[in-house]
């Protein structure tokens, strides 16, 4: 079944077309790395998908239901609360990690299950600490964010979203802000967040992890998606000019 | 040394006049700053337009011209008040303006990236500002607003042209009546006492709200 279906996406800027008609699909448990050169439009893709950025044009459905259905003069979004009951039920992973820095980190993750999900906050503290000895942090618990290493806050951006329990994972050049020795860390628990079957578009520049967990490789540039398949098909027998020149240059 | 406790007394009855004009215009136009930065800061550009033409004319003109306005133009369209109430909605319409906008420079200082984060697990307008956005704008603000306060104490001496009699005014009387300049000193020293509590209040303040950066 289909998690993320989006149809004829286009998306301007002022004067600018960042997406000129973009199509994507993602099944359940599929993991989607998007790459390509900066400016090419990835991370507007995603950030249209849980209505960071409006569409002009185009359809999206998450999990089953329309964000927002192609009209003839565009496109017509379902109402405010819906959209924000669509919208969580993607957890979103930023570049620059947006924790909340005035809430501990035990705080960042159970501040919307408890006031937004209204779930019972015995609970949820409970699946908090699970989720943080999964990303190996559970010694952080009551750190303000200021106090973590990049990897770390990233981590616990990561449990801030799964503490949501959503259906799909977003990641917008997860690793891009931080140090190279802190990338592996991040990238671990996105790996085993893969292994687990989580449904995952990652915007990325990592083409190990892109090689090695994503199922489904996707190339964006000039705001069009160039060429997908599996891994071995894009990075073994690419076909696309575009594709060909950015992996001569990227993999040297 | 006599004389100052003689005149201790009447000092304080001043005291009291000047504490009630602060105190109620902190209490009031503190949340009337909040709501007007809100609108300031809001898509609507109408709002935005109608709030900065406001804080234009309130920190345009003296407040002092403001308090005249109030006690002696309103009238004519027939909106009498006593002086005390007349001195109060000068001061707490001048003084919400001051306050519109440190919190607009406090609330456009949080990154993008808090709002963001908050759109994506759900949040709403209202629990996105009261949980997220304005916990952090307190830790901005606070040092401007001990500034607008302490600069208060000492305005609250204006209401003198109503013919109240505030610490200044009953400081002057005195002055006036006994040739002596004793009350000005003890109503410097009153001032001072109470920007001294004011400073060392909001260096604990500060002190709080600032934990999560220690």
């Given at each position: 079944m289909n998690k993320i279906k989006a149809q004829n996406i286009w998306k301007k800027f002022n004067k600018l077309e960042?997406?000129?008609g973009i199509d994507l699909e993602v099944n359940e448990g599929e993991v989607v790395a998007v790459i390509g050169?900066?400016?090419?439009g990835k991370s507007t893709l995603l950030r249209c998908l849980n209505k960071l950025e409006t569409v002009d044009r185009g359809t999206v459905v998450i999990d089953g239901e329309e964000l927002c259905h192609e009209t003839s003069v565009g496109t017509e979004y379902v109402n405010k609360n819906d959209i924000r009951r669509i919208a969580c039920k993607m957890g979103m992973v930023f570049q620059q990690f947006n924790?909340?820095?005035?809430?501990?980190v035990l705080e960042n993750l159970i501040e919307a299950p408890v006031n937004?999900?209204?779930?019972d906050k015995a609970e949820v503290i409970k699946e908090a600490e699970i989720l943080l000895s999964k990303v190996g942090l559970s010694d952080k618990?009551?750190?303000?964010?200021?106090?973590?290493?990049g990897g770390q806050q990233q981590r616990v951006a990561i449990a801030r979203a799964l503490a949501m329990k959503p259906a799909i994972m977003l990641f917008?050049?997860?690793?891009?802000?931080?140090d190279p020795e802190l990338t592996g860390e991040v990238l671990k628990t996105m790996r085993e967040l893969a292994e687990e079957k989580m449904t995952m578009v990652v915007v990325t520049h990592e083409m190990g992890f892109a090689k090695e967990v994503a199922t489904k490789v996707v190339f964006m540039a000039d705001g069009r998606v160039q060429e997908q398949g599996t891994p071995a098909e894009i990075f073994?027998?690419?076909?696309n000019e575009r594709l060909k020149a950015f992996l001569n240059v990227i993999l040297k | 040394m006599d004389y100052v406790f003689r005149i201790v007394p009447q000092m304080l009855d001043g005291c009291l006049v000047s504490f009630q004009v602060f105190l109620i215009t902190i209490v009031l136009s503190i949340p009337l700053g909040v709501l007007l930065s809100l609108g300031r800061v809001s898509g609507s550009q109408l709002l935005q337009k109608i709030i900065g033409f406001y804080v234009w004319i309130m920190r345009g003109t003296p407040l002092m011209l403001q308090i005249f306005f109030v006690y002696f133009v309103l009238p004519s369209v027939g909106i009498r008040l006593p002086d005390f109430e007349s001195a109060l909605v000068a001061f707490v319409l001048n003084y919400a303006a001051y306050f519109c906008e440190i919190f607009r420079s406090g609330i456009q200082a949080i990154p993008k990236g808090q709002y963001e984060a908050a759109h994506t697990l759900g949040m709403n307008y209202l629990q996105t500002m009261r949980r997220i956005i304005l916990p952090q704008v307190i830790r901005i603000i606070l040092p401007p607003i001990s500034n607008e306060t302490i600069t208060l104490v000492k305005d609250t001496?204006?209401?003198?042209?109503?013919?109240?009699?505030?610490l200044m005014r009953t400081a002057r009387n005195l002055v006036q009546r006994?040739?002596?300049?004793?009350p000005f000193i003890v109503a410097a020293v009153f001032y001072l006492i109470a920007t001294l509590i004011l400073t060392v209040l909001f260096e604990h303040l500060e002190k709080h709200f600032s934990r999560y950066e220690q």
């Open positions: 960042v997406l000129k050169p900066s400016g090419g924790l909340f820095p005035h809430m501990t937004v999900q209204k779930r618990r009551d750190e303000y964010p200021r106090k973590l290493s917008d050049e997860p690793t891009s802000s931080l073994d027998s690419p076909k | 001496s204006l209401v003198y042209v109503l013919a109240m009699n505030d006994d040739f002596n300049i004793t």
